[in-house]
């Protein structure tokens, strides 16, 4: 789905990433960890090619991003949902509609498809919101809108940057929950977090794959998580 060859990603002079090599297979699950500042976000970032790489090859459902048009990519991106570390939303438009607007930038309508997007909305426990505007919601309301909105266009891969990383323990639980049955449904999984208890306890309920990122490349964990 996502491979990654000897890719090397330099900015401004240095270089973030390095010599890295990882395929995403379908419906795996990976969670992604190092040091604040090692990587994980642009690492994702090159994943739904909102980075391209310095070096080597990356590719996304079996194209070679290199030679994508712009229309490839789009179709790509449509393909992976993401979770992003500050979630934002248009303040002015309700959560409901705020979940479709992936659907109406793809120009589908989302009024044809209002009862799949209640659905996902009562999917995320978020059916008593659905009117309220985006600064009404907690943290965990907001994280949980951001994951609905990731998945309304039933991507095959889900990449997380950090889903956990501004709400308590027991609305971490709920998140990992709804990530842990979207792989059941068979989606790709990737997670970007530090919180090495989620690991855990996510490592009990579903075979996830632990990868590092230290010193710029990209390693697997040992047992000792």
Not at 80 to 95: A, S, T, Y
Not at 151 to 166: F, I, R, W
Request: hydrophobic residues 45%; proline residues 5%; neutral net charge.
């Amino acid at each position: 789905m996502i491979e990654l060859e000897n890719v090397s990603y330099s900015y401004g002079g240095g270089e973030l990433l390095s010599d890295i090599s990882l395929r995403l297979m379908p419906g795996s699950f990976h969670f992604l960890t190092g040091p604040s500042g090692a990587g994980k976000t642009t690492f994702l970032k090159l994943c739904y090619m909102e980075l391209m790489p310095t070096s080597g090859q990356l590719r996304v459902f079996e194209k070679p991003v290199g030679k994508m048009t712009r229309d490839d990519v789009a179709n790509g991106r449509r393909r992976i949902g993401v979770v992003h570390q500050d979630c934002q939303f248009l303040n002015h438009l309700p959560v409901a509609e705020n979940i479709a607007l992936p659907l109406t930038v793809s120009g589908r309508d989302p009024a044809g498809e209002a009862a799949n997007i209640m659905e996902l909305i009562q999917w995320v426990g978020l059916a008593n919101h659905a009117d309220v505007l985006p600064p009404q919601l907690s943290g965990g309301e907001r994280q949980r809108a951001a994951l609905a909105r990731a998945v309304v266009m039933s991507p095959e891969v889900v990449l997380a940057d950090e889903p956990t990383g501004n709400v308590d323990w027991d609305m971490s639980q709920r998140l990992l929950q709804l990530l842990i049955e979207l792989n059941k449904m068979g989606k790709t999984i990737v997670i970007a977090t530090h919180d090495l208890n989620l690991i855990r306890a996510a490592k009990a309920q579903v075979a996830a794959r632990v990868l590092r990122i230290a010193n710029r490349r990209l390693q697997l964990a040992g047992a000792d998580l």
